[in-house]
């Protein structure tokens, strides 16, 4: 744990492997967002107000998939630059601003259905 908050863990240009608990941690993380990827890509075709989250969620999975597993792949081949650990900080950084981004589109969902509530009860009175 202590090897986590040093500068030279982060920023070896030549780091050493994953340890096979942190390997299996990684590729469980990668099979949940092919899991998300996939329960989205079909959530996303169904017409509801939901449809735009579902849209950018099976974005974010489908993309944080492809990036982890050349990331995986780097750390299995030994690349010496693109194996780096602040590739992963970058990355996982990254995943949260996305996530962020996300829950407020979540959060948008029902404003839009009271607008959209409101529109109709609008438009009935309108010949």
Request: charged fraction near 20%.
């Amino acid at each position: 744990m202590q090897n986590l908050l040093t500068w030279k863990f982060w920023f070896n240009l030549r780091p050493e492997l994953l340890l096979p608990t942190f390997q299996k941690i990684y590729l469980a993380i990668l099979l949940i967002l092919l899991i998300l990827a996939i329960f989205s890509y079909f959530k996303q075709t169904k017409k509801s107000l939901y449809k735009r989250f579902w849209k950018q969620s099976y974005v974010f999975s489908f993309s944080n998939l492809v990036i982890g597993a050349i990331f995986f792949f780097f750390n299995y081949e030994r690349a010496a630059f693109l194996s780096a650990r602040f590739w992963l900080a970058l990355w996982g950084i990254s995943m949260l601003i996305w996530l962020v981004y996300l829950i407020k589109i979540y959060r948008q969902v029902p404003l839009n259905k009271k607008r959209l509530e409101e529109e109709q009860e609008y438009k009935k009175y309108i010949p």
